[in-house]
């Protein structure tokens, strides 16, 4: 079975800095797809970036980019130039590319404060 | 176009008792998902369905059980509740037939169970 470890309960930044989350994982499996979701106070989940385990380049979506290290099985979030808006829980989830089905194995989340 | 939906928004119901929780997929998905996440934890995925049949299912036990429509909504049962079913329950739609097949989750039902 797949897991997803986030060691970082919580992480500070200030506004306009960057901050690097950290996500590791365990998996038999060489092919799957790694997330990074971020659920706000608000509750609802949204997706801020994907990577495909196959592709060796880094997703990156705007501030959002992705340490994917496959070899150590080490999948990092950096977010620069924090804005407030950014405060949310983070999880890290890995998806199989291998079995039926597109279930999501998340991390324990790690709260990001951000400070003006 | 309306993302996932879920009702209802809040639930409070006492030990022993059954619950329905309520999912709408959000146009031109035909798989959903249902998650429990615990306060503090993370998402702990439940089961999935697809063409009305329970597709995938995680750790928990038969008191949880689903069902999806041909509309491709989908409702989870919980029985014989437990103090340790309160949650965030969270459900996710996705399309087989997209490329990407990613997950958009809606915003959760919270069930307190006292």
């Known amino acids: 079975a797949q897991t997803v470890t986030q060691s970082q309960p919580e992480m500070s930044v200030q506004e306009a800095e960057t901050v690097t989350l950290s996500c590791t994982y365990d998996?038999?499996?060489?092919?799957?797809?790694l997330f990074w979701y971020k659920q706000p106070p608000s509750r609802q989940m949204i997706l801020v970036i994907r990577?495909?385990?196959?592709?060796?380049q880094n997703a990156t979506e705007n501030r959002f980019s992705v340490n994917f290290q496959k070899a150590a099985k080490s999948f990092s979030l950096k977010i620069s130039d924090s804005q407030l808006g950014d405060a949310a829980m983070y999880f890290c989830a890995y998806r199989s590319a291998e079995e039926y089905g597109n279930k999501l194995v998340f991390g324990a989340g790690t709260i990001l404060r951000v400070k003006s | 176009d309306a993302g996932v939906t879920q009702s209802p928004t809040h639930l409070i119901k006492t030990r022993g008792q059954q619950v329905t929780l309520r999912c709408s997929p959000k146009?031109?998905?035909?798989?959903v998902s249902w998650y429990q996440q615990a306060l503090g934890q993370g998402p702990q995925f439940i089961f999935q369905y697809y063409e009305e049949e329970e597709r995938q299912r995680g750790n928990f036990p038969d008191r949880f059980s689903g069902h999806q429509y041909p509309n491709y909504s989908s409702e989870l049962n919980v029985n014989a509740l437990l103090l340790g079913d309160s949650a965030l329950y969270l459900c996710?739609?996705?399309?087989?037939?997209?490329?990407?097949?990613?997950?958009?989750f809606g915003p959760g039902t919270r069930l307190t169970v006292t």
């Open positions: 998996t038999s499996e060489s092919d799957y797809y």
């Open positions: 996710a739609s996705s399309s087989d037939r997209g490329l990407r097949n990613e997950q958009y």
């Open positions: 990577q495909e385990a196959y592709k060796q």
């Open positions: 146009s031109g998905h035909d798989t």
